[in-house]
């Protein structure tokens, strides 16, 4: 079975490629973490598929809300990044979604319309 990993993130914020890279990894960590609590075998499984990874994009702040709400109601592991504020944005701003690992079909449901970065 096909599992993947979805990062999502604001385009409009206009992170510099530095500061992004680190959101996506943040919101990777992060939602891998939270997948590990709800089953360890879809990780393990992801894992040894070799980790699929997408990066898409949303607008907004509210997009991101909207998303993670359409994603736990699928039962998809999720998580929201907001940055220390130690350099770019200031401290508390929403900069990306972690979801999954999940099942691939599972996911497309949920961020198929979604662009990539």
């Known amino acids: 079975m096909e599992f993947k990993q979805c990062i999502v993130i604001r385009e409009d914020l206009k992170l510099s490629a530095g500061k992004l890279a680190v959101q996506v990894a943040h919101a990777a ?6 997948a590990e609590k709800m089953d360890r075998s879809v990780v393990s499984e992801w894992k040894a598929e ?3 990874k997408v ?3 949303v607008s907004g702040v509210s997009d991101l ?3 993670r709400e ?3 109601r699928a039962g998809i592991p999720s998580a929201i990044v907001a ?8 401290p508390g701003t929403i900069t990306a979604l972690g979801l999954g690992p ?3 079909k599972l ?3 949920v961020t198929g319309k979604l662009r990539l970065v």
Request: aromatic letters at 4%.
């Open 107 to 109: 996911m497309d449901k």
């Open 102 to 104: 999940a099942h691939g």
């Open 70 to 72: 359409d994603a736990e």
């Open 65 to 67: 809300f909207r998303l």
């Open 55 to 57: 990066v898409l994009r």
């Open 29 to 34: 960590v992060m939602a891998v973490e939270r």
């Open 83 to 90: 940055d220390a504020g130690l350099t770019e944005i200031p």
């Open 50 to 52: 070799g980790q699929k």
